[in-house]
């Protein structure tokens, strides 16, 4: 059972040693502040941020003073030297993005690796996340899952990338914006099985949020529906590659060229650890080719 500090009133909130907090920050309801991250904030030199007048807004919500410094994709590299520089004084720094969690699809993960490199710790402050919120109320139990945050912006290599994903293992998780969710959804529809679900995570904590589970040919068609649904920022989850029934023709063509030069347990070993396929299923499949042959 955890249990906190005995003194925990009184107690620091940062290490001794001058750190670099990445600290995450509610998607939209303020409530979803940590005390951690609150007492953090307070208590560093400086905030670095993607949009100073974005964290300012938050910052003033709960009294916080601190000092804002810009770090966003187009600075992330000399406002990590700043951040470096500034560690380098004895100073304590955080990272915070626009919402959710820094350095996942935002600006951060250069700063990150430039800190550590330079010899400085990383503490991370964890909290709210679009990726894990649309997860736990998706109603997918897949078991595992994969992100993949923004897909490509034009349809071509849009499609292209989905189509590498398709036999993933498990949920597909994607972030789209509003002026491309339509044709995503037309996309997804096009590129995976018919009996995938899909659940589209819109506006997570905020006024208009909303959360809908659905078959993924149906996605174009909700959209459409309703002019509002288009608004906002979005978390798409597509469900697992079905269980294929037999091997997939990759397999069986790998087997059959394995089986002209090798025994057949040692090609089914060796096409299982080309193919992914069942160990079992290839060496059951090779007696039967072999048998055929």
Known sequence: MLSAPSDASSASPLSKTSSFYVVATPLGNLQDMSLRALAVLRAVDAVACEDTRHSQRLLDAFGIKTRLVALHEHNEQAAAGLVIRMLEEGKQVALITDAGTPAVSDPGARAVARVQDAGFPVVPVPGASAVITALSASGLADGHFHFHGFLPTKSAARRASL???????????????????????????????????????????????????????????????????????????????????????????????????????????????????????????????????
């Open 163 to 293: 189509e590498g994903l398709r036999s993933v293992p498990g949920t597909l998780v994607f972030y789209e914006a509003p002026h491309r969710i339509a044709e995503t959804l037309d996309d997804l529809a096009a590129v995976f099985e018919p009996v995938r679900e899909l659940v589209v995570a819109r506006e997570l904590t905020k006024m208009f949020e909303q959360i809908v589970r659905m078959p993924i040919t149906e996605g174009p068609a909700w959209l459409a529906a309703d002019p509002n649904r288009a608004r906002g920022e979005f978390v798409l989850l597509v469900s697992a590659a079905p269980v294929a029934e037999g091997l997939s023709p990759e397999a069986e063509r790998v087997l059959g060229l394995l089986l002209a030069e090798l025994p057949v347990k040692q090609a089914a070993k060796l096409a299982a650890a080309i193919t992914g396929e069942s160990k079992n299923a290839l060496y059951e499949r090779a007696l039967a080719m072999r048998d055929e042959g």
